[in-house]
């Protein structure tokens, strides 16, 4: 596969939002986030059109462009149906189409082997080895799975407020709240507005309550335990670099410190060298490397 020497798009579409960077002169743009129930497709190219206009490139010539995509199709068929339409509209030579945790792998550890957990809204794990065989862990989404996510955390202090307020759980200061989470049921964003609790729940742990304490202890180790599943994933005996990226790390050493201390010998946590947009880039003007099996190619007028 060849390296682009011409202009390329990079672009990160997370639940809270997709980012589009033009390369090499930087330019950027912004879009919104990939939400549970959305048209799918459709969804997508208009999130990915008003970030490409606001950074002034629709109809420019674009010799690359890389998407990691939370609303990466599950059918085959839709990835490619969703490629052509955005070669089409980026107007694009060559599109590099993946989910999004293998952009942020790609930008927090770019030897491309080890363990990158992301957790934002969501939560998913991806280990590389050395040959470039991949194991994902979680991501199974909010109703299932996603343990240690912005929804997870969120949810949970929403829950122990509500026990509370009952009489059926233990004191929290969370009950005191002026808020009433019934009212979040008809809401078409209703994952993210629970999401949004996380920092909430973050900071009366760190006030002490003892409720939100062990929901951010609990989230660690959940965490913990889906990093320890990829570690386990890759053969050896050797240290895994694992880092971690997404926003409910930006809690710092509040969670760091539980999540390390609950982490097996193998594992060498180290801070991302980058996030998943640069992931992203690194995929646009590169060789893909260890992610030739986790990227889509498609060439507009030769197929996928």
């Not at 999004?100 to 491309?112: I, R």
Request: aromatic residues 4%.
């Amino acid at each position: 596969m060849s390296i682009p020497t011409g202009l390329a798009i990079a672009v990160d579409g997370g639940q809270s939002g997709l980012r589009l960077r033009v390369l090499p002169d930087g330019r950027g743009g912004s879009g919104p986030g990939y939400t549970h129930g959305d048209k799918g497709i459709a969804a997508t190219l208009a999130a990915v059109r008003r970030a490409a206009g606001e950074a002034g490139v629709l109809g420019e010539p674009v010799e690359v462009a890389c998407l990691g995509l939370t609303g990466y199709p599950n059918d085959p068929s839709d990835v490619r149906m969703l490629a052509a339409d955005l070669a089409e509209l980026l107007n694009a030579s060559e599109i590099r189409l993946c989910v999004d945790m293998v952009t942020a792998h790609a930008g927090a550890l770019p030897d491309g082997y080890g363990v990158v957990i992301a957790a934002g809204t969501g939560s998913v794990c991806l280990a590389v080895d050395h040959g470039g065989t991949s194991h994902r862990v979680d991501g199974h989404g909010y109703l299932f799975g996603d343990v240690g996510s912005a929804f997870w955390i969120g949810r949970a202090g929403i829950s122990a407020l509500l026990r509370a307020r009952d009489g059926r759980g233990p004191d929290t200061a969370l009950a005191g709240l002026d808020f009433d989470p019934i009212s979040l049921y008809p809401s078409p964003t209703v994952v993210d507005d629970v999401a949004r609790f996380t920092p909430v729940v973050l900071r009366f742990a760190a006030e002490g309550d003892f409720v939100a304490q062990g929901i951010v202890l609990d989230a660690a180790t959940g965490l913990a335990d889906t990093i320890a599943a990829g570690i386990n994933s890759l053969p050896g005996v050797d240290l895994v670099p694992v880092a971690c990226v997404g926003g409910v790390f930006q809690a710092g050493e509040q969670l760091l410190a539980p999540l390390r201390d609950r982490l097996p010998a193998r594992a060498d946590l180290r801070p991302a060298a980058g996030t998943p947009l640069d992931g992203a880039a690194r995929l646009a003007t590169g060789p893909l490397g260890p992610y030739e099996r986790l990227v889509t190619v498609y060439r507009s007028g030769a197929g996928e």
